[in-house]
């Protein structure tokens, strides 16, 4: 533990952590929080005596911080989605089932043509470029 805290490891990274130091001590990492909770209160204790953490521990914990809020924007994203395609989908319903009302009615149609009442005919007026004007349908 002094070694750890004292910054001079030998076996571990010398990270501030319990598996660290279980490495540390050459025991199983669950002896530590099991069995030993008092040497694990004892470290962290100690831990939070020192003050302030290394720069790596600080640098984890932005990048935990910023991750954080990249999972939250996701999440947000995520239920955007999911009511986009909810609202989608009933879009899809509404018009296949238009479709289908639209199809039926084709089929039993009888086959008549109805002329429009007016045709739109080109007519050249006094410019070069032709105007559009309407003419009764005969």
């Known amino acids: 533990m002094d070694r750890i805290l ?3 490891p030998e076996r571990s990274d010398g990270a501030m952590t319990i598996v660290a130091l279980a ?10 929080t099991q069995r030993h909770t008092d040497l694990k209160a004892e470290f962290y204790q100690r831990v939070k005596e ?8 600080e640098r984890l914990r932005a990048t935990i911080r910023e ?30 089932t238009e479709n289908h009302q639209l199809r039926e009615a084709q089929a039993t149609r009888d086959r008549v043509v109805v002329p429009f009442p007016a045709t739109i ?3 050249r007026g006094p410019s070069s470029s032709p ?6 349908a005969p």
């Not at 490495?23 to 530590?32: D, K, M, Q, S, T």
């Not at 991750?67 to 395609?85: E, P, Q, S």
């Open 6 to 8: 004292g910054g001079a």
């Open 23 to 32: 490495i540390e001590a050459g025991v199983p990492r669950n002896a530590l």
């Open 50 to 57: 020192r003050g302030a953490g290394s720069e790596d521990e």
């Open 67 to 96: 991750l954080r809020k990249g999972a939250a924007a996701t999440r947000r994203d995520l239920a955007r989605a999911r009511a986009d395609i909810k609202a989608l989908v009933r879009a899809v319903n509404q018009l296949t």
């Open 121 to 123: 005919q080109p007519s």
């Open 131 to 136: 105007t559009w004007t309407t003419t009764p």
